[in-house]
């Protein structure tokens, strides 16, 4: 069916006896947002990944809303609201623990460009009319079939209208309307195509792997604070192996992180993908890695490589910090790292070198733990000793004292002092020239 006959068709609609999506496996948040906007007479629908999620028994992320009223109108409904966006303004309903996103209905195919703090509230100018439309436009502007569902809070149906159902049965992933024009309108929509694959487990329709193989150069024409924020994103969540392999097969990782890329194609792939497994594991133990520690990962290979260079010996810290610039500082800039970031993921790097060797004194150990970029480089070296049993005995020397100085026992580290138990310390004796100057006189 084409996509004009798809939109002249009846959408598909579940009642709540034929899906398994239950309000209890909702956020209580995203329940009052829906119910208050129902009960003032609006259009209220939970959109996109939440209700994929929950169909796929699983334990969406967050939980986005879906109406007809307009942003006034919603923020009239909830004195904790508060509206950003200069040209599609969306609706941050803020809670204790979360913040719900309410968004308007709307056609325009284009994602709508927010940046960090940016307000619009009651200065800013009104959008156009025409962005607004129906639940039906909502839907098909949407990027993948299985994110353009619906949930109503109404009857507790989920509403279809692109085919999404159908795709989440088969296990496909699969743009909305022509993947080269979704593609050309938003590159990073085939980033996204490789993680939602990887996360869930599908497979990627022929026409979008074919468009993918194509277009993946285009991926250079995206905002490099979008493909940070998406590397991010596939660095979390427990997939990273699965997402950054497919980005690799999908020729994208290349145009990404090229360090990576050459990690994985050259002899340290296996200690990339084993990072990554590792990375993985932590989190389905539910033990938090830091964002620079993820993002170290990607770089840590080709850092070991040019350490390898130098020989047995570690270089010294000078040589390493430049090493570790050379390593990242063309990437930071490439994916708008922020500066304070860029700065952690390196002293990380300089740290780990430390974490490498046994610690030399107690002193040595306090200086390296209340370092800033400490907490990045002890996580980076867990992980690294998880891959590769050279690392493991000198992680073994270290836990210890590092406990201790966490701990704030600095005494254990230090030792006791050298002498006698109880004997006081001399005063050293003051030389010089001070004892024999000659006391002053009074009087001229």
Not at 83 to 104: H, P
Not at 218 to 240: D, F, H, Q, T, V
């Amino acid at each position: 069916m084409s996509e004009a006959e798809q939109r002249q068709a009846e959408p598909r609609v579940l009642a709540r006896a034929d899906h398994t999506i239950s309000r209890a496996a909702m956020s209580p948040n995203a329940l009052k947002v829906l119910y208050r906007l129902h009960g003032a007479g609006f259009l209220a629908y939970l959109v996109g990944g939440a209700v994929r999620d929950l169909l796929l028994g699983r334990k969406p992320k967050d939980f986005d809303i879906g109406t007809n009223a307009r942003p006034q109108q919603v923020r009239q409904c909830f004195r904790n609201a508060r509206i950003i966006g200069r040209r599609f303004r969306l609706v941050m309903v803020r809670f204790a623990s979360e913040i719900v996103e309410v968004a308007t209905f709307r056609r325009s195919p284009d994602p709508p460009e927010i940046e960090e703090g940016e307000t619009a509230d009651v200065l800013a100018p009104t959008p156009d009319a025409d962005e607004y439309g129906t639940p039906e436009e909502d839907a098909w502007r949407r990027d993948f079939t299985v994110n353009g569902l619906f949930y109503d809070i109404a009857d507790f149906s989920v509403i279809d209208h692109v085919g999404g159902l159908a795709d989440l049965d088969a296990g496909v992933i699969r743009t909305i309307g022509p993947p080269r024009l979704r593609f050309d309108e938003d590159p990073v929509r085939m980033m996204r195509a490789v993680e939602y694959a990887a996360r869930l487990g599908f497979r990627l329709d022929d026409e979008l792997a074919d468009a993918t193989a194509s277009m993946h150069s285009e991926i250079r024409r995206a905002a490099p604070a979008r493909i940070a924020y998406e590397l991010l994103e596939s660095l979390k969540g427990g997939s990273a192996l699965r997402i950054f392999r497919g980005l690799e097969e999908a020729s994208l990782l290349g145009h990404i992180v090229p360090e990576a890329h050459e990690a994985a194609v050259g002899g340290n792939g296996t200690i990339l993908w084993s990072l990554l497994a590792a990375a993985d594991e932590r989190y389905r133990k539910e033990e938090k890695l830091g964002e620079e520690t993820l993002l170290a990962l990607l770089f840590l290979p080709q850092f070991l490589a040019a350490l390898q260079t130098a020989g047995d010996r570690l270089p010294r810290a000078g040589d390493i910090e430049r090493l570790a610039r050379e390593q990242l500082e063309t990437a930071m800039l490439r994916l708008a790292i922020s500066h304070y970031r860029g700065h952690i993921v390196r002293a990380g790097f300089l740290l780990l070198t430390r974490l490498m060797v046994p610690p030399r004194s107690g002193k040595h150990v306090l200086r390296t733990v209340r370092h800033e970029a400490f907490a990045t480089a002890w996580q980076v070296m867990h992980l690294l000793a998880e891959v590769d049993g050279r690392y493991g005995s000198a992680l073994v020397a270290w836990e210890q004292p590092v406990r201790q100085a966490l701990e704030g026992r600095a005494h254990a580290i230090e030792g006791p002092k050298p002498g006698r138990e109880g004997e006081a310390r001399r005063r050293p004796r003051r030389g010089g020239r001070r004892h024999n100057r000659p006391k002053a006189t009074g009087g001229a």
